[in-house]
């Protein structure tokens, strides 16, 4: 299969706790996005790298939230301190795209890491 | 700010026939790109079709047609024939200038689209 992976796609914990999801894009793909939905809306924008640089961060995220994508390949997003407001689905994406294009690039998603905060 | 709505929380529809999803859109870009993604229960976004707002034609691809009236700021998705698997959500996006001058997708709250039998 050479769509994005996420991993886990499932995770439930106890507030307080620390969760980490990865995410491995399509391979030849330069750019990579995460984006958090919660139940019955649309995906919200969190950041965004070009290869390994974290070009782009949205407000949503905060300091308990931090991403990585150390090679420019995979991607890890963690969460500390975890509060039942960050229960949401986190999709990662990826896409081949030229700077100043208005087309993005498709987004390639992948299947998303549900987390539940209890 | 970018806006996408989406005022059509369900839709439901028979199957071959054709449905159209509502998708009107707020920007200051001169440029920008319209996306339409499918998301069924599994939970992946499918991207089905893409408009650049320069493009005079509207796009399509097999089944699905983008209704573009850029003077109305509308990109409605048109699903002709329509085919029990097309059970899903639908999200309108489009992609526009950040901040530091960078793109990224901004979502509609996306429409729950039922085909009967």
């Known amino acids: 299969d050479t769509g994005v992976s996420q991993d886990p796609r499932h995770k439930i914990t106890k507030r307080g706790q620390n969760v980490t999801f990865r995410c491995d894009p399509i391979?030849?793909?330069?750019?990579l996005y995460w984006y958090r939905q919660t139940l019955g809306q649309g995906p919200e924008f969190l950041t965004y790298?070009?290869?390994?640089?974290?070009?782009?961060k949205s407000r949503l995220l905060s300091d308990r939230f931090s991403a990585e994508r150390p090679k420019g390949s995979f991607s890890t997003l963690e969460i500390q301190r975890t509060e039942q407001g960050d229960s949401a689905m986190y999709l990662c994406?990826?896409?081949?795209?030229?700077?100043?294009?208005?087309?993005?690039?498709?987004?390639?998603f992948g299947e998303g890491s549900r987390l539940t905060v209890l | 700010a970018q806006k996408i709505t989406q005022t059509q929380p369900g839709m439901f529809v028979q199957e071959k026939e054709a449905v159209t999803l509502d998708c009107t859109y707020d920007?200051?870009?001169?440029?920008?790109?319209l996306f339409w993604y499918k998301q069924p229960s599994s939970g992946e976004m499918i991207f089905l079709i893409y408009?650049?707002?320069?493009?005079?034609q509207n796009a399509t691809e097999g089944r699905y047609s983008l209704n573009f009236q850029k003077a109305r700021k509308s990109a409605n998705l048109v699903i002709s024939a329509s085919q029990l698997g097309d059970s899903a959500m639908y999200f309108c996006?489009?992609?526009?200038?950040?901040?530091?001058?960078?793109?990224?997708?901004?979502f509609g709250s996306g429409t729950r689209l039922q085909v009967q039998p």
């Open positions: 994406a990826s896409s081949l795209a030229t700077s100043g294009s208005p087309n993005t690039g498709e987004l390639f």
């Open positions: 391979s030849e793909h330069n750019r």
């Open positions: 790298f070009q290869n390994e640089a974290q070009l782009e």
């Open positions: 920007t200051s870009d001169q440029s920008y790109g």
């Open positions: 408009q650049g707002s320069y493009d005079e």
């Open positions: 996006a489009m992609s526009h200038l950040m901040d530091t001058g960078r793109r990224a997708l901004t």
